[in-house]
């Protein structure tokens, strides 16, 4: 039971990403004086998608997220009443269903432009201690202190890219983030970059983010999201959003060919010969990854002040289930209830 827990960094990760996600790409109209984006949104009625941060600008996002966990294993085919009871009771003693909380604090800053377009982004976050309690309402884990993020970035606004970043205080493994996963983030968002949407339009984006699970041939993941916009009113734009994830991994076997050298084909090859040149079965190279399936959908909604692009609110609520399978062992199923909450404040205003 316990190693089937350890599944419980995929989930918190995909909550931590999603979160942090939510403050760090706003969608937008264009880069334009305030006064011409609300005449622009009133006479036309829709709105420019832009994802790229802004200089001079100075943005506080806080973030809120409970999720409910449950997890059940299946007894094997042919698995005695002695070995079902054991598993029985370590399942009674993990006290599922789970329930965690976490809230996420950041604060966005950009410096001024020079000539050639390039602005600094500096992002200062605190992340509470994530609270684990199991069905008794019993703490689970040990206990976790704040982290302070702390992320310093060089941008170039004629350009839309990242000219370097440099990320410290960040645990990749408890939040799923990384230098290289939040460049990807940022910039998987390029392509709905200026597109235009009406109100009762939608417009959708693949989020191919490396979740921190280990990814290999076997592996195929899609999430994407979709926005919807349901009006624009007073320089704010109101989104429905959706999300869908699925998630395969086949759990093939790692391909021992290069290592195992072919058998000989000669009449006098001894036994030994014949035996040091099969792959060797027990080699933990060898043997096959676990299989996992898994899916989700999530829905909510965000208003989004257009002139600044400030996420002004959030809300998200997401299922997710998910099985995993290996061989010899009982195959896992996963549920997972989970509700976000944001909102954000211009801090120059």
Known sequence: MSQHLKSTGLTRGLAALLLLSAGLLPASQAATPKAKVAAAAAATNEVELRFFPLPQQRHQIRSVMAMKMDMRMEPLEGMSEDERAKMEQAMQAAKMPMTMRSEF???????????QGNFQLQLRGKSLPMEMTNAAGERVGPPKATMDIKIDAKLNQKTGSFESMKVAGLDAAASGMSEGLLKQLLMSMRG??????????SAEMPLDMA????????MNLKMVGRYTLLKLEQGVADFDVGVSISMDMDGSTPDAASSAAPASSSPDASA??????????????NQPMPSMKASGQGKGRMSLRLAD??????????????????AGKP??????DMQMEASGKNLKR
């Open 211 to 218: 979740l921190p699970i280990p990814k290999g041939p076997g």
């Open 192 to 201: 709905l970059e200026g597109r235009r949407l009406k109100v009762g339009e």
């Open 105 to 115: 604090d950041q604060q966005m800053t950009t410096t001024a432009a020079d000539k």
């Open 272 to 285: 030994a010969d014949t035996a040091s040149s099969a792959p060797a079965a027990a080699d933990p190279k």
């Open 309 to 326: 692009r400030l996420m002004l609110t959030q809300q998200m609520e997401m299922t997710m289930s998910m099985r995993i399978e290996a």
């Open 331 to 336: 195959a896992m199923n996963m549920s997972m």
